[in-house]
């Protein structure tokens, strides 16, 4: 791949496909490049965190937020020895909790004035309706930057 850019916002849910696109994004950013995580925090997630007992937002959302980080890093840093690019590409990790997914991305991509979003997607079906996944079909028809994808692998 030819691509590479100083700047890149790659979404993750914590996924292995979504692993996949954070060393695809590290691969593509440039040595002095920041590459951005960013996790959606979706408001079922809220209900379900803490053995299935909903938290209240007022008093347990910043904590969750910032547990929530510490786990990005720690997989961040797992990931870092499987990755091509060298020690010279910083990362950021940012964390959303007041909007859906896409919209989330969207506004972090302004926001970190990305020139890249790399993004993993859970679609696995046949045709064009149900190959990408909802928040990638949606970041694909709304974002002006170049979007990759990474997918799992077909078996």
């Known amino acids: 791949m030819t691509c590479a850019c100083r700047v890149i916002l790659c979404p993750t849910d914590l996924s292995p496909v979504s692993d996949d696109a954070v060393e695809l994004a590290f ?15 979706e408001e079922g997630v809220l209900a379900t965190v803490g053995g299935g007992r909903p ?23 797992r990931l870092r020895p499987r990755l091509a690019a060298s020690g010279s590409v910083l990362h950021r990790v940012h964390v959303a909790h007041d909007l859906p997914p896409a919209s989330a991305i969207e506004r972090s991509a302004a926001e970190v004035q ?30 002006h930057l170049p979007v990759v994808l990474a997918r799992p692998a077909v078996a």
Do not use: C, K, Y
């Open 114 to 143: 990305a020139e890249l979003i790399v993004m993993g997607t859970h679609g696995n079906g046949h045709h064009d309706d149900i190959t990408l996944g909802s928040v990638a079909r949606h970041v694909l028809a709304h974002t």
């Open 55 to 77: 938290l209240p937002p007022t008093t347990q959302l910043p904590r969750l937020l910032e547990a929530l980080e510490r786990d990005l890093e720690t997989r961040q840093r």
């Open 27 to 41: 691969t593509l950013a440039l040595p002095g490049g920041t590459v951005h995580l960013l996790h959606v925090l």
